[in-house]
């Protein structure tokens, strides 16, 4: 999102003073094409966010010569005092460990009056760790050029190059160049030089305007033009694959058995085994368990007692540390206990590979060119007993049996096997269903005008056990108690804690039982003199059936998929009232609710069920979605009315 645009507030690092070796400042490279910016742009809506309007943004990478050279130029102008705010500041990221960042121009143009800015004493370069919080440590630094005496209306313009390339990709050629952002750009340019005996693939996504291709001097060029590149459409409830994004790739990966090839060797299992790895597999096998308990076990110690810590500089951004090394440190990173877990698992004799994956956008990936930029994650895939399995080394401990537990389901994904040359689509298993079953208990049995007693058990299995697992790990039973209390009250504002919720955590099932009590003091209302009136909610089941935030919509809506949830409302009344008992069901091409009432003295059972279909709703399919969930909602509860006595 213009990242470079923008001053962000990340922790700083305490690093070494400043050396001439942190950047050079040099003229434009002679192999890039100029381009200039446009100042006739008005300061309006449809042109400037955030009191910024964005000019222009010009990327041109060279493959030609020994190493990549990516230049970025860009220019924008300041357009209100807000805009001056955020953008007094310039900050360019690189990685020392293979990058060598060349500084070119950094000016202030103030209508034909350049006032240069870059000046040594001006840049100040920090190893600002944006991941930290993340447990992820990069190595990379930030140039800082703060400018001085930058005013509202000027147009700031700055350029450098990026030199190098990680040597973990040995000498492939790939990348992408980003098209558009969440802020609107008047003019965008994309270049790509390439040897003309390299092959490489040239793939354009999202974007009307065609690559343009020639060949000059024995370099094939690579260009892409646009104007008035709008904002990018974006929704925090679009679905996990949807990618809006206009985005320009290369690659010199003929296949994704390339990619394979390439990944292959960094997760392969050296021997001997590390002492402390060889006792474990032995003890495992000892007790005579089967291959998937063995299995279980084998995951379970890894996510137990390898914490989670990134160290990704250099090579380490893609390939692994070496098992004895993250023993000996006791963290590391996805890549890092995957192969300790690969390792574990090959000394027991279970048939397992790597497989790369994309937590966000592994759906869309079917769209990418084969290359290693697809990827931000790894994990084990395992054949097991005739059953395929993912496991996730880097998840809060699992528990229970392996087929109890829920597995990642990212999408598309690339199995790192010899004999795969193609991505492969993950599915759900049983465990991966949110199911969750809450009994619901208002104890009415005094009367109208008399406080109600409410008691909540929920029981969580599978992918919601182990959501449930992990958050009562993290958070304090005060504060846990305080959100479940929050999360009803918003139904009945008289609720009060009668004592601290319970949990039973039945690990062997990986199952948990969860129960709740509260007291609600004013649950009965006044309808009108003569009648008292009292509403009984499902609040489990009425969270999947909210509006969305944004009813009228350009783009699809995500949902949460899968689904099951149950709601059983028990409401005990006194014997001499009167009650009616119904059913009602509800189908949606993306959910099913249905409500089943029945009534004996002194009792009414309520039972809801929502299931979710689909993980989608199309944008033509919203108007009959909202419909079906307003219908879903108001058969959803249950209401009696009793004359005051």
């Known amino acids: 999102m213009l990242r470079v645009f923008l001053t962000v507030l990340v922790l700083l690092v305490p690093v070494r003073a400043q050396t001439a070796q942190d950047y050079q400042m040099v003229p434009v490279p002679a192999w890039v094409s100029p381009v200039a910016y446009d100042d006739s742009v008005p300061d ?135 098209l558009q952002w969440g802020v609107p750009v008047h003019q965008v340019q994309a270049r790509l030089l390439a040897p003309s005996g390299q092959a490489i693939a040239t793939r354009v996504l999202h974007a009307r305007e065609p690559v343009q291709h020639s060949v000059k001097g024995g370099v094939n060029e690579y260009l892409w033009r646009a104007k008035d590149v709008g904002a990018m459409p974006w929704r925090d409830d679009l679905p996990r694959w949807h990618d809006l994004q206009q985005r320009l790739q290369w690659s010199d990966f003929p296949n994704w058995n390339a990619v394979v090839r390439w990944a292959e060797p960094m997760y392969r299992s050296t021997l001997p085994l590390p002492q402390e790895l060889h006792m474990l597999v032995e003890q495992i096998k000892a007790r005579g368990s089967t291959p998937s308990d063995q299995a279980m076990e084998a995951l379970q110690w890894v996510q137990k007692s390898i914490r989670y810590m990134g160290v990704e500089v250099g090579v380490n951004t893609h390939a692994p540390n070496p098992p004895a090394l993250v023993l000996a440190r006791r963290y590391g990173d996805c890549k890092d206990k995957t192969l300790l877990l690969l390792t574990l698992l090959r000394a027991l004799d279970i048939e397992v590979y790597p497989v790369l994956a994309h937590t966000s956008y592994g759906g869309a990936l079917r769209n990418d060119l084969p290359s290693p930029l697809s990827f931000n994650h790894v ?123 319970s949990v039973y955590d039945k690990l062997d099932s990986n199952q948990l039982f969860l129960t709740e009590y509260y007291r609600i003091t004013d649950f009965w209302k006044k309808r009108d003199d003569k009648h008292m009136e009292a509403y009984f909610a499902a609040p489990d ?37 009167q009650l009616k008992g119904g059913n009602a069901k509800v189908e949606d091409p993306s959910f099913v609710m249905e409500s089943k009432v029945s009534v004996t003295p002194g009792s009414v059972l309520d039972v809801y069920t929502y299931s979710s279909n689909k993980d989608v709703v199309e944008v033509a399919d919203m108007p009959h979605y909202l419909d079906n969930l307003r219908k879903a909602r108001t058969v959803l509860g249950y209401s009696i009315v009793q004359p005051m006595e």
């Open 44 to 178: 309006d809506a449809q042109h400037q966010s955030g009191g910024v309007t964005y000019l222009l943004v010009d990327r041109q990478t060279s493959l030609v010569g020994v190493q990549q050279q990516a230049f970025q130029h860009y220019a924008f102008r300041i357009a209100s005092v807000a805009g001056l705010q955020q953008s007094s500041n310039i900050e360019i990221r690189f990685d020392p460990s293979y990058q060598v960042l060349q500084l070119h121009t950094v000016t202030i143009w103030r209508g034909r009056q350049a006032i240069e800015q870059l000046r040594s004493d001006a840049v100040k370069v920090l190893q600002r760790e944006r991941s930290l919080e993340q447990l992820v440590f990069d190595g990379t630094k930030t140039a800082n050029i703060f400018l001085e005496g930058v005013r509202v209306g000027d147009v700031v313009e700055y350029s450098y190059t990026l030199r190098g390339s990680n040597p973990v990709f040995n000498g492939h050629l790939f990348g992408g160049f980003e």
């Open 379 to 501: 994990l084990v895939g395992a054949r097991i007993e005739g059953r395929e399995f993912w496991l996730d080394a880097t998840l809060s401990p699992q528990m229970g049996r392996l087929g109890d537990i829920s597995q990642p389901n990212h999408g598309y994904v690339l199995p790192v096997r010899s004999q795969v040359d193609a991505l492969q689509q993950m599915q759900d298993g049983p465990a991966n269903t949110y199911t969750r079953r809450v009994l619901t208990v208002y104890d009415s049995s005094a009367g109208w005008g008399r406080p109600v007693d409410l008691t909540v058990t929920t029981t969580f299995e599978g992918r919601s056990a182990e959501s449930m697992r992990s958050h009562l790990s993290l958070e304090s039973a005060e504060r846990t108690q305080s959100q479940f209390a929050n999360f009803y009250s918003s139904y009945y504002a008289g609720l009060q804690v009668l004592k601290p919720f």
């Open 541 to 577: 089941v009425n969270e999947f059936l909210r509006n969305p935030k944004t009813t009228y919509r350009e783009v699809p809506l995500g949902l949460a998929y899968p689904v099951q949830v149950a709601q059983t409302l028990r409401i005990l009344v006194p014997q001499a009232w």
